[in-house]
């Protein structure tokens, strides 16, 4: 069953998530804000067999991480270069899609439990997170797979 849909500017590439995202990321990395063009990057992580593409096919961009020497796969619109999802060597079962071609981007929930924020120390000045979530001044977990510590703000946090 289909619970959201999106695509690219042009409308020449659609896809469908059935379910709800496994997480919420939201990544300040200089990668994501090269990206995006912008201070972070929105991206609600699928089960990969839950997102499909239903119209079109992606291009795909290779790009080796800078932090884990792994690929991540950008896969894109090769008529309005709009970027809709991200696979990676490192998470092979897990499709991170770019939050803001979502049909309505505010279906999916954004809670503490499933929202972390990373890569904080490279954040741009003026960031603002919000109290009450798991935060992480890298990654979330090293490449070998052990967690990096939990910051969590009491109060809402303005980055600098």
């Known amino acids: 069953m289909t619970i959201?849909?999106?695509g690219c500017l042009c409308g020449k590439l659609r896809y469908a998530v059935k379910g709800q995202p496994q997480r919420l990321t939201?990544?300040?990395?200089?990668?994501?804000?090269?990206?995006?063009g912008g201070g972070n990057l929105v991206s609600p992580v699928f089960d990969s067999a839950n997102v499909e593409i239903t119209h079109g096919k992606a291009k795909i961009y290779?790009?080796?991480?800078?932090?884990?020497?792994?690929?991540?796969?950008?896969?894109f619109c090769d008529q309005c270069g709009t970027k809709i999802l991200h696979t990676y060597e490192?998470?092979?079962?897990?499709?991170?899609l770019y939050g803001g071609t979502f049909d309505d981007p505010n279906w999916f929930d954004r809670n503490p439990e499933t929202t972390k924020y990373i890569y904080?120390?490279?954040?741009?000045?003026?960031?603002?997170?919000?109290?009450g979530f798991p935060t992480f001044d890298e990654h979330a977990s090293n490449i070998d797979g052990s967690?990096?510590?939990t910051k969590v703000f009491d109060v809402h946090t303005l980055l600098d």
């Open 4 to 6: 959201a849909k999106g």
């Open 26 to 36: 939201y990544c300040y990395c200089k990668y994501c804000q090269r990206a995006t």
């Open 62 to 75: 290779e790009h080796r991480s800078e932090g884990s020497g792994k690929l991540m796969y950008v896969h």
């Open 90 to 96: 490192r998470f092979a079962d897990v499709t991170g």
């Open 120 to 131: 904080l120390g490279v954040a741009q000045n003026n960031t603002v997170i919000p109290a």
């Open 147 to 149: 967690l990096n510590q």
